[in-house]
């Protein structure tokens, strides 16, 4: 007999109405399956039940588990989220393969595990943990499972399921909320693991931040003392090169207890059932308050709840705008009272700060084996550090992370026992020190400054004879404003180093010289970039590599180590890179298959986040100008660093803001036309170079050269053409389309690089949208407009960027030509 449920539940909960037959067992095999209406599966100790059921008002059917042994029917997990059943046709069955299907009407697939492979005697259990397992019946060991329901997680955590990733399978376990009561597809509101050197946990409405719950520093997350552990459960964090994922678990086996995205509320909620109450009662929520919001008080800003208002700068830093800050708008952040000197060692000091929730991590190092002195003077040397901590509090503490760039999304947490360190300049350190002695007196305070004195001249003093002592003196690289010391080498220490720059040593050569690889006496290796003579790179552009690239610091850039001016000769002296550029893999044949499609995508995640810092969070807002295959070198783990910056230019603030050049000087098949027809630069000029350059990175084709085989089509228009007929996989190198690649992450790069390479700059994304789309799979992406250079014959005259909707709709092609530098 059919059992009838139908009751109001609170905001937090949903509301059902279920039908469904009582099923003694907690598995199928191949010969049995579940109708709709006739039975369910329960878990051994009837803690789980799966089945069908109509969530809120909806008449719609779903295949889903709930909770047994509570009255209050709450659904933890749902199938066909967004493919109902309109009827009770649905069926839930085994084939002989291995793969779960439901079906309805017979013959209508609407969901399925998608298993690929055989399996010999697969039975499909309800397991009392909650989870859905798949395996083969002799095999109940849970690292061999089939397919298992805790991969897939909907809008609810339970004890064992694990949030995060699993790096070797590209496996993303997340959170996303139900749309509604009455609709169990995923709405905007999600919360996931993020896997950056330093992880934690987001929650997030689309694509934007909205909550943050700080680091895991080895005690719990550090801004949410509602995800450490209490009486009752704990919390298991693992971080390594396979997995980053966080559980919890409870000790009391008589709790039940779940975390549940509530999307009326657009919060986070840790809930645990009362059967005094009968019902779910709620232990924390996340955001809690005002200052829960993701980066309230802007850059450098430090939100405090019991402060009016709440929003203060850092100690050492004002708001940008003091206007808008004054009206409580906070937007804008604070900035540094005195930027850090990044002269010395000695220049630098840290302002320590305690009971803060730390800066998001999204660009930051880690070093787990060091200590908090190394780790403040890893900071000191490197002119991009912000702020350092440890990495684990746990115990006596251990590690260190650096944060580069603006420190977003602080906010005090008195539990918080984390400290961290804020670079401040020497002078401004004493300024501080001198305003806390002025209380105490005058004459104590003069003598503290006459000691800051005479300390800060001698250590300035022997810092500047032990440069004279190491250095060989040159001229000055820079001018004006610009002068900027580097590491001067001799040209007897390079000529040694190279073996006379020999031509074994040669790694390759650019439109601007050979480089060439060497070793130092210490038996550090380096590479040697060695201007030729006749190079269309002068002294100009020498500087300007010189002077951006010094002050540029970041994993996807290429690190210089000094640089050389003697007569004629200009060289610069780089980290070296074992595995060479870009192009000595993607456009060999046989190389190319060394390139699994893990590791081209990571190539293209990293040269996507380089070019961010370049675009957005470095000091200065730099234009690369000459981004290709050949720019991209690789370290010895494959990571791209972005490399030659002879035609770089910085430009303002302003996204739109654009330079122009009457000397175009770049790359064929890599300029966008705005640059090569009129000589204005953006940051979208360098979006449409990434753009080719993910198309390349797929397919394994040079953009420069496919027209001359193709009837004048050029690469970016045959992969826009292949998408428009839905034929995008043809694109992909064919070393790839066999192995066991993820589909939709390959047509998702291939339709991020066209977006990248529409012909107008406007409508080309940025590039922290570009790194946005490549981390979520979740968000929807626009199409793209015909791209630039579409055909290979002659150029267009007039304005390249035709913006009424006609044109837009229209397949026009863009006529363009380029001359090689």
């Known amino acids: 007999m059919a059992i009838f449920f139908s009751m109001f539940i609170p905001t937090t909960i949903f509301l059902f109405s279920l039908f469904v037959f009582s099923f003694a067992s907690d598995s199928i095999s191949p010969i049995q399956s579940i109708g709709d209406g006739a039975g369910t599966l329960v878990s051994r100790e009837g803690r789980f039940e799966l089945g069908f059921f109509s969530p809120g008002n909806t008449m719609n059917r779903y295949l889903g588990i709930w909770y047994k042994n509570i009255p209050v029917i709450t659904v933890v997990w749902v199938a066909n989220r967004c493919n109902p059943i309109n009827d009770s046709s649905g069926v839930l069955m085994l084939n002989s393969t291995g793969n779960v299907m439901l079906l309805y009407q017979n013959t209508s697939v609407v969901w399925s595990t998608g298993l690929v492979g055989q399996a010999e005697k697969p039975i499909l259990q309800l397991l009392d943990s909650g989870n859905l397992v798949l395996r083969e019946e002799k095999d109940a060991n849970s690292e061999t499972y089939l397919w298992q329901s805790f991969d897939y997680p909907s809008d609810t955590l339970i004890p064992g399921i694990k949030l995060g990733w699993d790096l070797k399978k590209g496996l993303n376990r997340h959170l996303t909320a139900w749309k509604n009561t009455d609709d169990p597809c995923p709405g905007d509101l999600s919360y996931e693991l993020e896997p950056y050197a330093y992880p934690e946990v987001y929650i997030r409405k689309g694509t934007k931040k909205y909550y943050r719950s700080g680091p895991w520093n080895g005690l719990g997350f550090a801004g949410s003392q509602q995800l450490r552990s209490n009486s009752s459960d704990g919390i298991n964090f693992v971080n390594n090169d396979e997995e980053v994922y966080y559980t919890y678990y409870v000790t009391d086996k008589s709790v039940t207890s779940r975390l549940f995205l509530n999307p009326a509320t657009s919060t986070r909620q840790r809930l ?3 059967e005094e109450e009968r019902s779910w009662s709620i232990l924390s929520s996340a955001p809690t308050d005002y200052c829960g919001n993701y980066g309230l008080c802007g850059a450098n800003g430090n939100c405090v709840i019991t402060d009016k208002p709440i929003c203060q700068c850092l100690k050492g830093f004002k708001p940008k705008s003091q206007e808008k800050w004054s ?74 992370v650096i944060w580069f760039g603006d420190l977003i999304d602080i906010r005090q947490v008195q539990a918080n026992e984390q400290d961290l360190y804020v670079r401040t300049p020497t ?104 201007l030729s003579r006749i190079s269309g790179q002068g002294v100009d552009e020498f ?57 081209r995508f990571k190539i293209i995640n990293g040269i996507a986040r380089g070019l961010l810092y370049l675009h957005q969070d470095s000091r200065l807002r730099i234009i690369h100008r000459d981004l290709k295959a050949s720019n991209i070198l690789l370290d010895f783990e494959m990571n791209p660093k972005i490399s030659d910056f002879g035609l770089a230019r910085t430009v303002g603030g302003d996204d739109q803001l654009e330079g122009k050049t009457k000397r175009v000087i770049g790359t ?11 000589g204005r630069f953006s940051i979208k000029s360098d979006v449409f170079s990434f753009g080719i350059l993910v198309l390349e990175i797929l397919s394994g084709i040079k953009s420069r050269g496919f027209h001359q085989e193709n009837q004048g089509l050029t690469l970016i228009g045959h992969a826009w053409n292949l998408m428009k007929e839905g034929r995008a996989f043809e694109l992909v190198d064919a070393c790839l389309r066999d192995s066991h690649q993820n589909l939709q992450e390959v047509l998702r790069c291939i339709h991020i690089g066209l977006l990248c390479v529409q012909q107008c700059p406007a409508d080309r994304p940025n590039m922290s949208s570009v790194v946005v789309m490549l981390s979520s799979e979740q968000t929807n992406l626009p199409e793209p407009k015909p791209p630039g250079y579409f055909m290979e014959t002659n150029s267009p005259e007039g304005d390249h960027c035709m913006r009424n909707a006609e044109s837009s709709s229209t397949n026009k092609l863009t006529i363009t030509v380029l001359k090689a530098r």
């Open 543 to 599: 500087k300007n590599e010189v002077i951006l690239i010094a002050k540029l610091q970041h994993r996807n850039l290429v690190k210089i180590l000094g640089c050389c001016i003697k007569g004629e000769e200009k060289m610069l002296i780089y980290e070296y890179m074992p595995n060479k550029s870009l192009d000595f893999f993607i456009f060999d044949h046989k190389k190319r298959e060394l390139l699994e499609w893990p590791t």
């Open 327 to 400: 009206s409580m708008e906070w937007s804008d952040g604070c900035v540094r009272d005195k930027p850090p000197s990044c002269q010395g060692k000695d220049m630098d000091g840290f302002v320590k700060f305690e009971h803060l929730k730390p800066p998001d991590t999204t660009h930051t190092w880690v070093n787990k084996s060091m200590n908090l002195k190394e780790c403040r003077a890893k900071c000191l040397s490197n002119c991009s550090c912000t702020a350092y901590s440890n990495f684990n509090i746990s115990g006596e503490g251990s590690g260190c």
């Open 272 to 274: 645990t059932w009362s």
């Open 427 to 530: 002078s401004e350190l004493a300024k501080s020190n001198l305003k806390v002695r002025a209380a105490i007196g005058a004459v104590i305070a003069g003598v503290v400054l006459v000691s800051l004195l005479v300390g800060f001249y001698i250590c300035r003093r022997a810092s500047k004879e032990k440069t004279e002592r190491n250095l060989v003196l040159s001229p000055k690289v820079g001018g004006g404003k610009e002068d900027l010391e580097l590491p001067l080498v001799n040209l007897s220490t390079i000529t040694s180093a190279t073996q006379n720059f020999s031509i074994d040593n040669k790694l390759g050569e650019g439109g601007f010289g050979p480089v060439y690889r060497g070793r130092l006496k210490d038996g550090q290796e380096i590479a040697v970039k060695r």
């Open 668 to 678: 064929y098949g890599y300029m966008a036309p705005e640059y090569a027809f009129n």
